[in-house]
């Protein structure tokens, strides 16, 4: 029996490189051992309903078309299912795809999936959300925040954010409670990270092809 898959593509993503995705299924999914069907997000938490409705439908793997913040919208779901996450990276910045040595060329991407060898990972949980890649607090969520307001995306106009709003964001007083310790700090940014760079002993799994 073939397994099923579905993409969930974000058609803002970046600088328009899911646009290429559907010839590319078309060429390179392996047809002998999958048969796929493709949505479309249209709102913000969108992939995470769609993604939940393919758990009830039992996909075997629910693939983000896009970047971290797709990732993390389709893979919430996912967590402690029996249908794994997959990734084709076209986000501005990919830092989950990267961790994971998912590469940013789709047909590698999708032969990856081809060869369906999965792994467990971590995920955790932020404000009881949960969280595949990365959360924080401060500058960086910030210039998230801020960058998601603006109609045109790409790694160039995150950076142009980034250095925008460099100049003018102060430190903020925080208190950071961990391993039964309190320490208050003027912090400029505070990430809690699901990666080798900035990995913490993290709870709950979900399971992607990879």
């Known amino acids: 029996m073939k397994k099923k898959i579905l993409f969930i593509i974000n058609p803002i993503s970046g600088a328009g490189k899911q646009k290429a995705v559907i010839p590319l299924l078309q060429k390179y999914i392996n ?3 999958f048969e796929y069907e493709v949505a479309y997000t249209n709102a913000p938490k969108h992939a995470t309903e769609l993604s939940k409705q393919a758990v009830k439908e039992n996909f ?63 995920t955790f949980h932020a404000n009881e959300e949960p969280v595949i890649n990365i959360a924080g607090v401060g500058f960086a969520a910030n210039v ?3 960058f998601h307001k ?48 900035w990995g913490l002993p993290l709870r ?3 399971t992607i092809v990879g």
């Open 204 to 206: 709950h799994k979900t």
């Open 31 to 33: 047809r002998n051992l």
């Open 144 to 146: 998230s925040h801020e």
């Open 60 to 122: 075997d793997i629910v693939t983000a078309v896009g970047g971290d913040g797709s990732v993390n919208e389709v893979g919430r779901s996912l967590i402690n299912t029996n249908t794994a996450l997959g990734i084709l990276p076209c986000g501005s910045g990919n830092g989950t795809a990267r961790n994971l040595n998912i590469s940013t060329n789709f047909i590698k991407a999708i032969n990856i999936i081809n060869r369906f060898q999965l792994k467990t990972i971590d």
């Open 150 to 197: 603006q109609k045109k995306r790409g790694f160039i106009n995150y950076i142009k954010v980034a250095i925008r709003d460099a100049i003018q964001y102060k430190s903020q007083n925080c208190t950071i409670t961990y391993n039964d310790q309190t320490r208050k700090v003027q912090a400029f940014i505070i990430e809690v990270a699901n990666g080798p760079q």
